[in-house]
């Protein structure tokens, strides 16, 4: 959604003259998009600071009339405002994931005050006309484009940030998200990720006047010419609705690859986590889909360590993991965050511990990784291609399972989907020959 968030905030600036440079030395204005999920990322942002103030004393000495304007946005903006002014004085400008619509209006009230005494602006608000009224339509767009249909969390898991950063659950009328997406197809979008913090909780007005599900607007999405491959992210089990499992039956271009966070396979963790849900839901959801559609695949999240969690919980996450067989996942190193009920309680558990149950469970998934990407070897599968390649001459693309497929070829083959031979599966991509 950062990513979202970023290209909107390009959009706003460029009929202000603005561009997107390459190079932060070349920078009038520097935004940090932040992310506040885990210590670590609220770290980079100050590290990030360090650098972008010494680039602002280079530009400095190349040219006395230069003045950088360094701006902090994102979550880590909404939860630590103006403390961020005083951490860090090069920083002008604060603000959070539900008020940077204003982002025009805010630089250019800063470069009205004269130069050296500029006053700073924090805007942390949660407005109460969405933001998405005032945002621009593209001017481009990637063949695989994101599309923000759900924000913020009603949830309260007790690990996470999301509620009090992100803000209350809110969900944009189908009409608006429907004209957003035909739009990006107009412009060469191939394949449309629907984005929320809790997409499946997507509750927005229909077309018809009333509430729609994330799987009525999904049905309504795949009529849409040229669009050819739909994602949704991220879910929450306790969302999956009826309609959703019809999607996936009925609509091929529903992708058959889920991203469905379980965070811990121990009853016992979830409960404290707040998950609100037990390991045989979980369970009952992956087989319902599997049903739904034979071919699906899933990917998670984990959280290991989290407070009070004992080698018997741990050794639960690995047995689910066993049990789903996952092809992709994300893992984490629970991080107290403040304000949010785990970070509070006692039995924190020592970082060693947390280190090396971290490394046993992502070998587990690599390996599972590896498996699933080395059982496409000598199939022929449709891959999308988008991007070029670390090496020159090269490409790269996606399958229906987002795996990174490379190919000898250039960007004329962009936005094309092509039938590939696959020669070899690695941990983090696929090789092989077009047929
Ligand atoms: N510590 C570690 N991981 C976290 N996540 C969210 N909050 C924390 C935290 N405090 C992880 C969860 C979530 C993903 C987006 O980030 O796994 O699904
Ligand atoms: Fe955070 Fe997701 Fe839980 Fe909401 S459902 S509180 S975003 S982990």
Redesign the pocket.
Known sequence: MNVYDGQKMADLLKVHGYTITEYPEDADVAILNTCH???KAEHKVFSDLGRLSTIKEKQKKINQDSDMIIVVGGCVGQAEGEEITRQAPEVDMVFGPQSYHRLPEMLAQIKQKSKGKRSKIVDTEFPTISKFDSLPVAYETPVSAFLSVQEGCDKF?H????PYTRGAEYSRPANQIIEEAKHLIRLGAKEITLLGQNVNAYHGEGLNGKEWTLGRLIYALAELNGLKRIRYT?SHPLDMHNDLYEAHRDIEQLMPFLHL?I?SGSDRILDMMNRKHKISDYLKIIEKLRNARADIEFSS???VG?PGETDNDYQHTLELIKKVGYVQA????????PG?P??ILEAQIPEDIKTNRLAQLQNLLNEQQLMFNKSKEGKTLEVLFDRQGKLQGQIVGKTAYMQSVTLDGDSSLFGNFLMIKIKHGYRNSLSGECV
């Open positions: 999920i885990r210590e898991c690990f996470c940030v999301v991220t966070p965070q999240d984990f959280i989290y994300y893992s984490f190193k629970y991080s107290p965050r949010t785990a970070s």
